[in-house]
């Protein structure tokens, strides 16, 4: 075995935090944030051309995609620490595993996956709260999507590893690549040709198609070490470990499903009951929700960004710069975030316009859905940054407990229960409740860690 590599062998270890954050987290920031032009992208052009049902249809389809993201995150961020902690603590051969066998993973519940949407299509539909009236434009939207599945889990499960083997650009080159290509091919399939909904899912498969080769391009120029196909496989201890370096992840977004599934259902039905009817919610959380995935974007792009760094310090004791880059990393999460809270509560109208026109009913929710919900957003990269800090320094139970916090403790049971006393206005409640409670859970857990921390560093000083 080869000795734990030192932090002057590695500018993980070494170079200035301030600058290494940046360079690790923008191209991780600007790849999530164009992957997620994906959903925004059709979400526009299916709002500005087919109308209000065309919004709810892609809201109800959202779950998932949803899922299908929880999937490559497992396998993309457990891969991706296991693989630095073991370059950190100089174990190649264990690094080689982690990679042969996460990459086998990805393609492997690709495929599964896919096959269990063909085969349950109209069902999932109904479970995620499609109305009568928006499950046509959904079945149409998503019988295309479904084959951009596979392309979607094997990219976004392998720019985990293309960012730790310090290639952060071509991440973030697949994504603007597919984006671009998104953002063209919706125009021309929309306006010129005029392929309604049918269109916007053509367009989205050729652009998952267009990331995932750049991705597969990369590979021969793996740079910690040649990838053969020999290391290629489903490794029992491997998987078992990538499993649960990634559960924290996968739980987070799982979670996040199925709040989406709950909120979906819960809208229509308190909609029904009042003057908005049960297609104006759904069509609206539709928006709302598009918008929350550039906030979403940027706090995991930033926390998948810091990755690299948390673990190969924490593999190679530097528990100063662990702490630091938390910290550097927060800092930079807030200010975004505090800029978002500006937009959301002073520029509403205009933000939801920019999904498609509505009456005044639609705009009269919109707004306030925007400004209540999402009114705890200036707090809102803590929670995801501190989700994934625990997991990248290998303290997976804190990790998988707070990613499930916001969603699962919190979230869940306060839109079954507010709904009941205050309809409508009890889901739009729910949101800065839960934004709240789980900062001040995060910012605990938090606390504590550091105190280990600390003793460890002066323990090492002292040893």
């Given at each position: 075995?080869?000795?734990?590599?030192?932090?002057?062998?590695?500018?993980?270890?070494?170079?200035?935090?301030?600058?290494?954050?940046?360079?690790?987290?923008?191209?991780?920031?600007?790849?999530?944030?164009?992957?997620?032009?994906?959903?925004?992208?059709?979400?526009?052009?299916?709002?500005?051309?087919?109308?209000?049902?065309?919004?709810?249809?892609?809201?109800?389809?959202?779950?998932?995609?949803?899922?299908?993201?929880?999937?490559?995150?497992?396998?993309?961020?457990?891969?991706?620490?296991?693989?630095?902690?073991?370059?950190?603590?100089?174990?190649?051969?264990?690094?080689?595993?982690?990679?042969?066998?996460?990459?086998?993973?990805?393609?492997?519940?690709?495929?599964?996956?896919?096959v269990v949407v063909l085969l349950f299509e109209t069902p999932l539909l109904l479970l995620c709260g499609a109305t009568?009236?928006?499950?046509?434009?959904?079945?149409?939207?998503?019988?295309?999507?479904?084959?951009?599945?596979?392309?979607?889990?094997?990219?976004?499960?392998?720019?985990?590893?293309?960012?730790?083997?310090?290639?952060?650009?071509?991440?973030?080159?697949?994504?603007?690549?597919?984006?671009?290509?998104?953002?063209?091919?919706?125009?021309?399939?929309?306006?010129?040709?005029?392929?309604?909904?049918?269109?916007?899912?053509?367009?989205?498969?050729?652009?998952?198609?267009?990331?995932?080769?750049?991705?597969?391009?990369?590979?021969?120029?793996?740079?910690?070490?040649?990838?053969?196909?020999?290391?290629?496989?489903?490794?029992?201890?491997?998987?078992?470990?990538?499993?649960?370096?990634?559960?924290?992840?996968?739980?987070?977004?799982?979670?996040?499903?199925?709040?989406?599934?709950?909120?979906?259902?819960?809208?229509?039905?308190?909609?029904?009951?009042?003057?908005?009817?049960?297609d104006i919610p759904l069509a609206v959380a539709g928006v709302v929700t598009k918008v929350n995935m550039i906030m979403?974007?940027?706090?995991?792009?930033?926390?998948?960004?810091?990755?690299?760094?948390?673990?190969?310090?924490?593999?190679?004791?530097?528990?100063?710069?662990?702490?630091?880059?938390?910290?550097?990393?927060?800092?930079?999460?807030?200010?975004?975030?505090?800029?978002?809270?500006?937009?959301?509560?002073?520029?509403?109208?205009?933000?939801?316009?920019?999904?498609?026109?509505?009456?005044?009913?639609?705009?009269?929710?919109?707004?306030?859905?925007?400004?209540?919900?999402?009114?705890?957003?200036?707090?809102?990269?803590?929670?995801?940054?501190?989700?994934?800090?625990?997991?990248?320094?290998?303290?997976?139970?804190?990790?998988?407990?707070?990613?499930?916090?916001?969603?699962?403790?919190?979230?869940?049971?306060?839109?079954?229960?507010?709904?009941?006393?205050?309809?409508?206005?009890?889901?739009?409640?729910?949101?800065?409740?839960?934004?709240?409670?789980?900062?001040?859970?995060?910012?605990?857990?938090?606390?504590?860690?550091?105190?280990?921390?600390?003793?460890?560093?002066?323990?090492?000083?002292?040893?």
């Amino acid at each position: 075995m080869k000795p734990a590599e030192t932090p002057g062998g590695n500018p993980l270890g070494t170079a200035p935090l301030g600058p290494l954050i940046l360079k690790f987290a923008v191209p991780s920031i600007i790849a999530m944030l164009v992957g997620s032009v994906y959903n925004i992208t059709d979400q526009i052009f299916i709002g500005q051309v087919v109308g209000m049902l065309g919004n709810a249809a892609t809201n109800v389809v959202f779950p998932l995609v949803s899922l299908s993201i929880a999937l490559s995150q497992m396998v993309g961020v457990g891969m991706a620490a296991g693989f630095n902690l073991s370059l950190g603590a100089g174990k190649e051969d264990e690094a080689k595993g982690f990679v042969g066998t996460g990459l086998t993973l990805a393609a492997l519940l690709g495929l599964v996956f896919t096959v269990v949407v063909l085969l349950f299509e109209t069902p999932l539909l109904l479970l995620c709260g499609a109305t009568e009236n928006a499950l046509p434009y959904a079945r149409e939207y998503l019988s295309i999507t479904v084959w951009g599945m596979p392309f979607v889990i094997f990219a976004n499960g392998v720019y985990p590893i293309i960012r730790a083997d310090r290639s952060p650009k071509v991440a973030m080159t697949s994504s603007l690549l597919g984006a671009g290509l998104n953002i063209f091919l919706d125009w021309l399939f929309l306006y010129p040709l005029g392929m309604g909904i049918r269109g916007a899912a053509i367009a989205t498969v050729i652009s998952q198609v267009a990331s995932f080769l750049v991705c597969l391009a990369y590979f021969p120029r793996f740079q910690a070490f040649p990838l053969r196909w020999s290391i290629l496989g489903l490794n029992g201890q491997y998987v078992a470990r990538i499993v649960k370096l990634g559960t924290a992840s996968f739980s987070n977004h799982m979670v996040m499903t199925l709040v989406n599934v709950v909120m979906n259902n819960t809208l229509t039905h308190y909609g029904a009951l009042s003057v908005y009817g049960s297609d104006i919610p759904l069509a609206v959380a539709g928006v709302v929700t598009k918008v929350n995935m550039i906030m979403v974007s940027f706090a995991v792009g930033l926390a998948h960004g810091c990755q690299p760094i948390l673990s190969f310090n924490m593999g190679a004791k530097q528990y100063s710069r662990v702490k630091g880059t938390f910290l550097r990393s927060a800092a930079a999460g807030l200010v975004f975030s505090l800029c978002a809270f500006v937009l959301f509560q002073c520029f509403p109208r205009q933000i939801v316009s920019i999904f498609g026109a509505g009456d005044p009913l639609y705009f009269d929710f919109a707004e306030s859905y925007l400004r209540i919900f999402m009114f705890m957003v200036c707090l809102f990269g803590i929670q995801p940054l501190s989700v994934n800090y625990f997991t990248a320094v290998g303290e997976v139970k804190q990790g998988i407990f707070l990613s499930v916090s916001r969603q699962g403790f919190l979230l869940l049971p306060l839109l079954l229960i507010l709904p009941l006393f205050l309809g409508l206005n009890g889901v739009l409640c729910a949101g800065p409740i839960a934004d709240f409670l789980a900062v001040v859970l995060s910012v605990t857990m938090l606390r504590r860690n550091f105190r280990k921390l600390d003793r460890l560093e002066r323990e090492k000083a002292t040893s």
